[in-house]
């Protein structure tokens, strides 16, 4: 039998989806250890998650150096020693830096797990931030962040994010070469004894996983003696950019980047799922109506799109392209156009139900294998989320209705209560 291709394929909408549920141990040191044990390969990916981001610094950067520098040198190791040590177990290593949080990523063969644990444990109590690898992070720091400089989208989005918060903000300051430059390892190293060294983190594990693994983690991370967690410091992020257009000019540069949008909520409020869906329609997906207008029909760009931004203590929504400067006013207008268009007509239901069975089955396929579950979990587990919330979202994605749509683009999508940055020119 011939296939016909003019006849769309049967599907199957989405509506609930089975998050597997982590094991919870309580280390020696009342250390948390949450385990997702699934997957048919032997391999493990084990996370030690601080909190020790931008929000608890005192030096703009310091976070990022403490944690980027915990393997340049522990007691009785170089930085080409540890390096070596994870080679030759074949675990690949990564330090993480948000303005919430720094971690130790590692992955490894489950039965290598034994050997990679001391060494984690070395980088967590033992750094030693030696002079010289800091001085050589700092210049590859500066070198980075002056390549980034001359990039639109770059400075179009850290002065966005300043806007929003304020410069001197966590979730609104960024890097400067001044201030690399003028960072000292006296700092550092206070911000990794107040923050990593000595205190409590979340450990996950996810993959192939045993008991004899959980075993392994106790004894290597559960008997040091931890102090108590440390507070983190308190900011006010009541800036007044309503309606404000920024512009940053670029002479030499041909095309600007547009940044457009305001402070919302993160996951916790209310609106959050109805706004998920708002977005989509908006500029989250390739169907969506930024997407068709502005690149399909105008040919103005070659990608728009629309986020929700959600961090631990707040969030926000972006929306962002890049264009020819000539064109950068039309595709602002055009925006606002699409943004108009939610807020005074009702959403097909057609429409709707795409967005919908979309995003369901998007969700559904970033739950493949047992990294991305416990990617999932994560964020129930370091934002004290319900452990029901992402068992309820294809619900909520679903009861989503056009008439809630239109409310929220009318609530949260009013362009004069939005800041626009234009990086280049007009």
């Known amino acids: 039998m011939l296939l016909d291709r003019t006849i769309a394929p049967d599907f199957k909408i989405i509506h609930t989806v089975n998050l597997p549920e982590p094991q919870t141990h309580t280390l020696d040191n009342g250390i948390a250890l949450h385990v997702i044990n699934i997957g048919e390969q032997p391999v ?3 996370e030690c998650i601080f909190e020790a981001g931008n929000w608890y610094e005192s030096e703009v950067a310091a976070s990022y150096f403490a944690v980027k520098m915990l393997p340049e040198g522990v007691e009785g190791l170089a930085s080409q020693e540890i390096s070596e040590a994870f080679d030759r177990l074949g675990a690949f290593t990564e330090m993480t830096h948000t303005s919430d949080r720094a971690g130790i990523v590692v992955y490894c063969l489950s039965r290598f797990l034994p050997e990679v644990l001391p060494l984690v444990q070395k980088l967590i109590r033992q750094a030693t931030f030696p002079e010289k690898e800091f001085q050589e992070l700092k210049n590859i720091t500066i070198q980075n962040l002056k390549v980034n400089k001359e990039k639109t989208a770059y400075v179009a989005t850290t002065e966005f994010r300043a806007r929003l918060f304020g410069a001197e903000h966590p979730y609104g300051q960024s890097q400067s070469e001044s201030g690399i430059e003028a960072l000292g390892i006296d700092a550092v190293l206070a911000h990794y004894d107040r923050l990593i060294r000595n205190r409590k983190f979340t450990v996950v594990l996810a993959g192939q996983v045993s008991q004899a693994s959980v075993a392994q983690v106790n004894a290597a991370l559960g008997q040091d003696t931890l102090d108590t967690d440390a507070t983190a410091l308190s900011y006010d992020a009541s800036v007044a950019y309503q309606g404000d ?8 540069s041909v095309q600007s980047s547009i940044r457009m949008g305001r402070v919302l909520f993160n996951r916790h409020h209310e609106d959050y ?3 998920l869906v708002t977005n989509e329609i908006l500029g989250g997906y390739f169907g969506s109506r930024l997407m068709k207008n502005i690149r399909e029909e105008k040919g103005l760009t070659y990608g728009i799109s629309s986020h929700l931004v959600t961090l631990r203590n707040a969030g926000y929504l972006m929306i962002g392209t890049d264009v020819k400067k000539e064109f950068t006013q039309q595709t602002i207008d055009e ?3 699409e943004i108009y268009r939610l807020q005074t007509e009702p959403v097909s239901a057609e429409e709707l139900q795409t967005v919908k069975s979309f995003m369901a089955g998007e969700f559904a396929g970033s739950l493949n294998t047992a990294f991305e579950v416990a990617d999932r979990r994560k964020v129930l587990l370091l934002d004290n ?9 294809i619900e909520c994605i679903h009861a989503t209705t056009a008439g809630d749509v239109m409310a929220m683009a009318n609530t949260y999508l009013r ?3 939005m800041v626009t940055v234009v990086a280049g020119g007009k």
């Open 273 to 275: 799922f109805k706004m």
């Open 415 to 417: 362009p004069e209560d």
């Open 335 to 337: 925006i606002k156009k």
């Open 245 to 252: 257009e920024v512009v940053v000019e670029r002479t030499d």
């Open 385 to 393: 989320l319900p452990a029901n919330f992402f068992n309820q979202y």
């Open 44 to 46: 493990v990916r084990l």
